[in-house]
């Protein structure tokens, strides 16, 4: 469980490009630990992206996920707060503060509920 | 008085739903108008999230003025309606809606529902498609107008879609290398949908007018594609297809926006007691209404929702599920527009009915799809996981058998990626018409909800 931090992923440049600036206030969060800085407005796949090129990896294939629908549909891009609630991140701003881990926490699992 | 209290609720604030609010409104009605979004506008019509320098003039090109227009009106009915934005709705019973908001339960009495709860993008399975890298086209277009995001920087637009050329268009104006755009279907197809086509003949000019800007770009455009791989180790490297004449070619990309058309979120409507009967224009099954939308006992369905006709057709179905909203509680305006309304969203949805035979569903290539290509990226069920479980399985084929055994459309997002091509699949391995092995249902919670939610429910 190396806690989402996929060697070759952490290591390359973002998979989005941002193309248009945003006047916003910067927000500090953390991804799988590390620090990371995004703009009030950005949603959290977004904020990840454009610095990572994969989000997750997937529980049952172990292949990397970006994301797919970006609409809220596909339910592909899931992580997770550090308190266990899981968030849709295409469809979730980004808040400072924010301690984002993108593999589900394996206490929720142990439970087996949403809210550990 | 009585029917001046009556609580109507609307599901989905794209242009259906918000053109519904506007009649309702003006009749004094104050309905609720639920929106899972966070702004309203829908997929089509999304506005920029805040602070974003987008000029949506530019990205918007001939459809400004509609979105302009649509959006003003909006907000100047904020006040005379109930705006329920970030509120999913999951369920439905009693006529009361089961809505989660911002981790919160809610519900939501009604004595009339009109559901507008849009479409999305109907997915084909090729090799490769669940690599880091492939998009849906209408996500690709919706984190640019969200976001002001583009999916990559080497972009590859792929499918059959009038959608392909505008998405690759504004993808180019801000900045994207578009590397092809592959449409699956062929120009023939194209001049035998020209007679339905011609029913819209502005859209059908704009049409063209997209792939002729894309040529003046020198876009790669190609037509009569077979997709063969999206290839990628860790993300996608290059799609690889055989072109119209034959020829196989491979374009390196680090993108792919994937779409063949469009289809409609019914999961609402089907618990809501809608029937659904099958479209064969569209391949989709399709909840069944009167010609102003009525689906049952105060149930009202509007917009691609109801049956895809694209922005222009959900503007003129919310506005005529509005008026049978009203027509049914007694409340009758002088000047009934409703037979102007009609005619209009009559030559809207033929105009559909000729992009579906323009811009192909993918039959004959999902029949062969290879083995081992992931169908159901949920639960990575493949095209042989279900051919096998049909094989071992004496029972009656069925979608929703099929669905059992195997969890493909099981997974996290129920089905709405995958179940069209399942459908297709299993037809084909069974020899049957698509329409013979059924469609899969939607159960609640039709998305996703946190486990406290449901707990809450019983409590």
Partial sequence: MAGGDNGASAAGEGRFVQAVPREAERVRFTIDGKSAEAQAGDSLLAAILVQRPVLRRHEFDGGERAGFCLMGACQDCWVWSEAGERLRACTTPVAAGMAIVTEPPAERFAHGRAHG | MAELMAEVVIVGA??????AAGILAAQGLRPILVDEGRQAGGQGYRRPSPGLALDMDTLMGTEAGKYKALHADFAALLNRID?????????????????????????????????????????????GWILPGVFTLGGAQAVLKDQGCLVGRRVAFLGASPLLSLAALQYRKLGAEVVAVCDTSSFRDKIAALPQLAAVPRTLARGIAYLAALKRARVPLFDGVTPLAIEGEAGVTALRFRDGRGHERRIACDAVALGYGLKPETQLAELAGARFAFDARFRLWLPVTDEDGRAGEGLYLAGDGAAIGGADAAEASGALAALAVLHDLGLRSEHDERPALRRRLARLRRFQQGLARAFRWPVAALARLSDEVAVCRCEHVTAGDIRRAMDADLGPVDVNRVKAITRCGMGRCQGRVCGPALQEIAAAHAGLPVEAVGRLRGQAPLKPVPLGILEEEEA
């Fill in chain 2, 83 to 127: 705006y329920r934005p970030r509120t999913l709705v999951w369920g439905i019973e009693d006529r009361r809606l089961h809505c989660v908001r911002d981790g919160r339960q809610t519900t939501i009495a009604f004595d009339a529902l009109i559901v507008a709860t849009g479409a999305m993008d109907r997915i084909a399975p090729l090799p």
């Fill in chain 2, 14 to 19: 794209g242009p259906a739903g918000i053109r």
